[in-house]
Nanobody, 126 residues
Framework: QVQVVESGGGLVQAGGSLRLSCTAS????????MGWFRQAPGKEREGVSC????????YYADSVKGRFTISRDNAKNTLYLQMNSLKPEDTAMHYC???????????????????WGQGTQVTVSS
């Protein structure tokens, strides 16, 4: 059974930083593209950042480019999102997700998602 579990959310002031972590079990982590998505109240879920099974292949939404960094440690089955220079508009529930199958990745976080975490709340105060 696949499990995806996020951690690291919280409340931070504008300009601050947070690091989200996501562990995925029950699948060959190193063969799966992974991503971070977020959904703010009243808004559609959006792809924030994704990374293929090839570490150098990444995508960032325009709104987070230069501020967020996605990375993965395949030995630890863990995905990270380092978020710097946080803004109030980054406030949202953040979800970790795994692609629906191995070696599946599209630029733009548009690959089919097979597994979602339960989400971790990020709140940025002004």
């Amino acid at each position: 059974q696949v499990q995806v579990v996020e951690s690291g959310g919280g409340l931070v002031q504008a300009g601050g930083s947070l690091r989200l972590s996501c562990t995925a079990s029950g699948l060959p982590f190193g063969a799966y593209a992974m991503g971070w998505f977020r959904q703010a109240p009243g808004k559609e879920r959006e792809g924030v950042s994704c990374i293929s099974w090839l570490v150098g292949n990444t995508y960032y939404a325009d709104s987070v480019k230069g501020r967020f960094t996605i990375s993965r440690d395949n030995a630890k089955n863990t995905l990270y999102l380092q978020m710097n220079s946080l803004k109030p508009e980054d406030t949202a529930m953040h979800y970790c997700a795994a692609a629906a199958s191995p070696f599946l990745y599209d630029s733009g976080c548009t690959m089919q998602i097979g597994h979602w975490g339960q989400g971790t709340q990020v709140t940025v105060s002004s």
